[in-house]
């Protein structure tokens, strides 16, 4: 039997302990197991080792220009026409004037201030579902976990569904020069399984999340925004549906609408 | 905010591993920190944009889910790494090609070790500050963070990386 270096429970202790995460007691405890186990002998001196191939100089600093070009992006970013395109929500209202006029820096510190008294944004009233949608896409983009089924095309994502779940949901192209579907997967959210539909828009994902909706009736979209992502939600056909992604507002709706008008 | 690009831009260039997705990522998730200040949620101010950062990488099609081994340079290039001032340049093209390698093989490290390992080594965040960045639960921040250590260390003794 070979004996891995991750033989010893004790090993993320060393770790920790390395990384200055254990108090003085556990440090105390450790140590004098250490003392007797090759295993956590031969760990320390990997950390030591890794710590030393990783110096200070790989720490990438943003290159000047880079920085210039992000300034002069906010700033324009900040300008009254690119708000007009889109009524600004009151408390935005409040901070943007001062961008544009007293530069980014001031900008900065008063949005900083701001904070402490900005009203939150307004409740939606399935906060908790609401935070689980959003949890759930974040989950997603983690490596691997996006689609299941990655697959362009509708006919093979739809039947991957049978079997898996227990409800058929709708899997719809739609025009693929705006919204290509890019594949689907399970999911889980609103305590059962739920399909999620993956779209692209861009750079950027869409996950549409799906599942047959207690009673019935249609329900026009609702938006809403939750750490920094849009959502909107709606009823349609029987099934709930929800869909989050880090685009703009406007453009969530306009994957709504084409969704919700597509066949 | 701005204290905080470097962090921000060492993160996004680690994560996308590409100097002009990097820029893009810091622009939009600066943008988005501002915009959505009303959900700021109480982490600090460098964690909170860092975890915006990470969001928007993660949401980029332009960041690559898979493993891949990103090939060593070979001594050619080494001249794009001016030595330091006052170095003796033998002892400075050794570091730099060190550095070099170095690089390589974090870059290679699949993203999810990279993340930690970078959060902890380069930006020198706590555990629960990875853990609140990431969303990922703290035992398993740092089964990640061995994982890339030992990861590292034995590419490193393998390619005789100094």
């Known amino acids: 039997m070979t004996r891995s270096p991750d033989a010893c ?78 009524p600004p929500a009151p408390w935005r209202r409040r901070w943007a004037p001062p961008v544009a006029g007293f530069g980014l820096g001031a900008a900065c510190a008063a949005a900083l201030l701001l904070t402490i008294w900005l009203p939150q944004a307004p409740g939606f009233k399935d906060q908790r579902l609401a935070d689980q949608i959003v949890d759930a896409h974040i989950r997603s983009l983690q490596p691997g976990h996006l689609e299941d089924v990655p697959s362009t095309d509708q006919h093979t994502v739809k039947p991957w569904f049978d079997g898996r779940i227990d409800f058929a949901p709708p899997v719809k192209n739609l025009a693929a020069d705006r919204f290509p579907l890019i594949g689907g997967r399970l999911d889980y959210a609103s305590g059962r399984p739920v399909a999620a539909l993956v779209y692209q828009r861009d750079k950027h994902l869409i996950n549409l999340f799906v599942w047959p909706a207690a009673g019935n009736g249609e329900q026009s979209p609702e938006t809403g925004q939750e750490h920094g992502y849009n959502f909107v939600r709606w009823r349609q056909g029987g099934m709930a549906l929800w869909a989050v992604s880090d685009v703009e507002a406007s453009q969530l709706r306009e994957f709504t609408e084409d969704w919700r008008r597509s066949p | 905010m701005l204290p905080h690009l470097d962090a921000a831009y060492n993160l996004a260039r680690w994560l996308m591993r590409d100097p002009a997705a990097a820029e893009d990522v810091v622009q939009e998730a600066v943008l988005r920190a501002l915009t959505y200040f ?124 100094a």
């Not at chain 2, 960045?133 to 590292?152: D, H, K, Q, Y």
Request: net charge neutral; with cysteine.
């Open chain 1, 9 to 86: 429970e004790k090993v993320l202790l060393v770790q920790a302990e390395f990384d200055g995460e254990l108090d003085a007691a556990e440090a105390a405890r450790l140590a004098t197991h250490r003392a007797g186990c090759p295993i956590c002998a031969a760990a320390t001196a990997d950390l030591e080792r890794s710590r030393n191939l990783i110096r200070p100089e790989l720490r990438n600093r943003m290159p000047a220009d880079a920085r210039a070009r992000l300034l002069a992006h906010l700033r324009q970013a900040a300008s009254p026409p690119t708000h007009a395109l889109q």
């Open chain 2, 38 to 161: 009303s959900s700021y949620t109480g982490l600090n101010a460098r964690a909170w944009l860092l975890q915006i950062v990470r969001n928007t990488a993660y949401g980029s099609t332009r960041l690559d889910r898979g493993v891949r081994l990103v090939p060593l340079d070979d001594a050619e290039e080494q001249n794009d790494l001016p030595p330091a001032a006052g170095d003796d340049p033998e002892a400075a093209l050794l570091r730099a090609s060190g550095e070099r390698e170095v690089r390589a093989l974090i870059a290679s490290l699949p993203v999810e070790l990279r993340e930690p390992l970078v959060l902890r080594e380069l930006e020198e965040l706590s555990y629960k500050e990875i853990a609140d960045i990431t969303r990922i639960p703290i035992g398993t921040v740092m089964s990640r963070l061995w994982r890339a250590r030992r990861l590292l260390v034995r590419a490193a003794a393998a390619r005789d990386v």
